[in-house]
């Protein structure tokens, strides 16, 4: 191993140590490591210094844009919705569906924490499942537990497509090729981990009796239409349109489960239904669902209600499709107002595009104005509730701006290429059984599938290109990789345990659900090389 080896090691080192050992803060640890990977580009990799602050530059304004800016609108639409009261009616209209803990699980574990990851992300998707079937009486550390585990295939699509979307652009991928390849690849195990939600909701097997179709049925209502629209639409709505798509059919397909008076799959009767905890967000977004007890009936939801309250996520799936690459001259007329330029000073500098109308953050923000307005929510208080969700970002703002420009740097400077051949040299023809595993440390590192594949997507990509291997296969492991590092993240684990009331016992979750992180990370491994090779891809 040489010296520039070991160099190129040190930042991705220094992110492993700092944030999973030293428990440093994701933004301390990545300015730190910032510094760190600014000075061994210019000493190790004789990066020119006008180079290297170009490339930084170009990375904190590409993480502010477009990738910031999605996670403040995505977050955005969820905190106007917890600010009127939707978030309440969608909690009581998914738990008035089934009293059964197993369909429960599917329903609210996986398919609305599967659309709060699609639409929002940034530990709502943990957080208020986890809340809501700790409350409804499951044992708080399984309620995390499994909700961990429900957060992952959905967060290769959350944040309205932005990891495959970060992944795309950080190897110089096509989008859509590479959306399309990462749906595919996570397939199998779309249709494997509502069976493991099953099982760990019953305490064994046993728990799939009765509820085997239902549970088959979640996992292929997920899956399709997921690669459906990955192929032919986009990296944007997968899993919204997947999650949404499981939703009904669950609210359908709960008849089909049977659940005896006496069965111990029954949620009892009184259960109030109530977020345990706060998002882990800020203080202003505590939610309470509704409750079910006897004393405190609430009125119906009608039809009504109900659209209301799902207004702006309405708002936002119209936008989305309707500015897309299937209404031509609504995406291309939009598409022209854009600004182009370099700021890179270096050597294979590409200009830097910023499509400021279809953008899925402008998106999303308009559609959030324009549905709070219907729902009855002034100017001012919506414009106030954004900049309060600015506000809650700020940290997360500087961590990703860090990142990204440390990604760039490392690009930039050759690291990524030296440790991409090191890779390759040392595994050979099997480095692509190993490729989801190097996309699950970034998220492990990073708390985010965005930030994972920003990381090492370019990496995946070179060394894809050594191999003779498929770009868009090998990227997109590391898409899928990511989402096993998600289960395990430090960040999405303590998410979980302030949602659940568990402060402080982070290990005790983490040790649980380690042996499903790693069954997992076998599994997309095996996908991933075995299929490859069926397909030709490696």
């Not at 210019?42 to 990375?59: R, V």
């Not at 059919?249 to 111990?264: E, F, G």
Request: with cysteine.
């Amino acid at each position: 191993m040489g010296l520039q080896t070991l160099l190129a090691i040190i930042p991705i080192a220094w992110l492993i140590f700092a944030l999973g050992v030293m428990k440093m803060p994701g933004t301390k640890a990545c300015l730190i490591g910032l510094v760190g990977t600014f000075a061994i580009s210019i000493l190790g990799f004789d990066l020119p210094l006008t180079d290297a602050l170009t490339g930084t530059l170009e990375g904190i304004i590409n993480g502010l844009w477009p990738i910031v800016y999605i996670i403040i609108a995505a977050l955005f639409t969820y905190n106007l919705a917890t600010y009127s009261g939707s978030m309440k009616i969608i909690n009581r209209m998914l738990t008035s569906v089934s009293k059964d803990m197993r369909v429960l699980v599917l329903l609210i574990a996986w398919g609305f924490g599967g659309f709060l990851e699609a639409i929002a992300g940034f530990g709502t998707a943990v957080a208020i499942p986890a809340g809501i079937l700790a409350a409804l009486g499951m044992n708080p550390i399984m309620a995390a537990v499994i909700c961990l585990i429900a957060n992952t295939t959905p967060t290769a699509f959350g944040a309205i497509g932005l990891p495959v979307t970060s992944l795309a652009q950080a190897g110089g991928l096509d989008v859509m090729q590479t959306a399309y390849m990462v749906s595919l690849q996570l397939l199998p195990l779309i249709l494997i981990v509502p069976f493991i939600l099953v099982i760990l909701s019953g305490n064994g097997f046993k728990a799939l009796k009765g509820a085997t179709l239902v549970t088959l049925l979640s996992g292929i209502a997920f899956g399709l239409p997921q690669i459906f629209v990955a192929r032919y639409i986009g990296p944007e709505l997968p899993a919204v349109i997947g999650s949404l798509v499981c939703i009904v059919v669950m609210i359908w397909a709960a008849r089909l489960v049977k659940t005896p008076a006496d069965s111990p799959y029954l949620v009892k009767s009184g259960a109030d239904v109530q977020l345990a905890g706060k998002t882990g967000l800020d203080e202003t977004e505590k939610i309470q669902a509704a409750s079910t007890s006897a004393a405190e009936q609430e009125a119906p939801i009608t039809f009504a209600v109900a659209f209301k309250a799902c207004l702006p996520y309405i708002l936002v799936f119209l936008f989305i499709i309707l500015s897309s690459s299937l209404f031509p001259p609504i995406s291309q007329t939009l598409g022209s107002v854009q600004s182009s330029f370099t700021i890179y000073s270096g050597e294979g500098a590409q200009p830097y595009t910023i499509k400021w109308l279809t953008t899925p953050g402008t998106l999303i923000i308009l559609a959030t104005y324009l549905g709070g307005l219907m729902q009855g929510v002034s100017f001012g208080k919506i414009t106030h509730i954004l900049w309060d969700t600015v506000k809650q970002l700020k940290n997360t703002a500087i961590t990703v701006s860090a990142i990204v420009a440390l990604s760039k740097l490392m690009g930039y400077s050759g690291m990524i290429s030296v440790l991409s051949a090191s890779l390759v040299t040392f595994t050979g023809a099997l480095f692509p059984l190993i490729s989801p595993l190097i996309g699950a440390v970034g998220t492990f590192i990073t708390g985010s599938d965005t930030n994972a594949n920003i990381l090492f997507g370019e990496l995946q990509v070179q060394a894809a290109q050594t191999l003779g291997a498929n770009d868009f296969w090998l990227a997109s492991a590391n898409a899928a990789g990511a989402t096993a590092g998600k289960m395990i993240s430090p960040q999405s684990i303590a998410v979980a345990t302030a949602a659940t009331g568990l402060i402080g016992q982070e290990g005790a979750i983490t040790k649980k659900v380690f042996k499903y992180f790693a069954i997992y990370l076998v599994i997309i491994c095996v996908i991933v090389f075995g299929l490859g090779k069926m397909l030709g891809m490696i």
